[in-house]
């Protein structure tokens, strides 16, 4: 009997890295990250004060109520409810244009990454790149996430937020 051996090689050159990593400790993405909190922070303290200016004259109108004519407190109520509206109406338009914002900001990151992963795929004649998160085992010699990190960091070092 003839024993044959034959090698198969695999031309196909498969790679992963961690976009979630990359996104959050480039510059880029920490320029995002530190953005958004500070808009979050101001969001929070100017609405919180509002709130707290309502409450108080809502505690206010109460203790009214049996100094005040029947149809003068109804009105005050009245009145503060519209503010009570205005404002949560406001506060969910404030809230919608942050998370508007912080996806515009996430996209723009992503392409500028995708841009980066695909011309390194490109140079590197590599076929195939995977999410970390895809991967159940594999070499650490395969994940390229710290090469596209210094990559995306040398080229973008801040994104704007609008």
Not at 67 to 78: A, V
Not at 81 to 93: F, L, R
Request: aromatic content about 6%; charged content about 30%; proline content about 0%.
């Amino acid at each position: 009997f003839f024993l044959v051996s034959s090698k198969i090689y695999a031309d196909e050159k498969i790679l992963y890295l961690d976009m979630q990593y990359i996104m959050n400790n480039s510059f880029a993405g920490k320029s995002i990250i530190s953005q958004l909190d500070k808009k979050q922070k101001n969001f929070s303290i100017k609405y919180k004060d509002l709130e707290v200016k309502l409450k108080e004259e809502e505690i206010k109108l109460v203790s009214q109520k049996n100094i005040l004519i029947q149809k003068e407190f109804l009105e005050k109520i009245d009145i503060l409810k519209k503010k009570i509206k205005a404002h949560n109406t406001e506060k969910a338009k404030t809230l919608d244009l942050f998370n508007k914002q912080k996806i515009k900001a996430k996209n723009q990151l992503t392409e500028e990454l995708m841009q980066i992963i695909s011309n390194y795929a490109v140079q590197n004649s590599t076929s195939l790149i995977l999410k970390k998160q895809s991967i159940v085992i594999g070499k650490s010699t395969l994940e390229i996430t710290d090469d596209i990190l210094k990559i995306l960091d040398n080229s973008v070092k801040n994104i704007k937020i609008k």
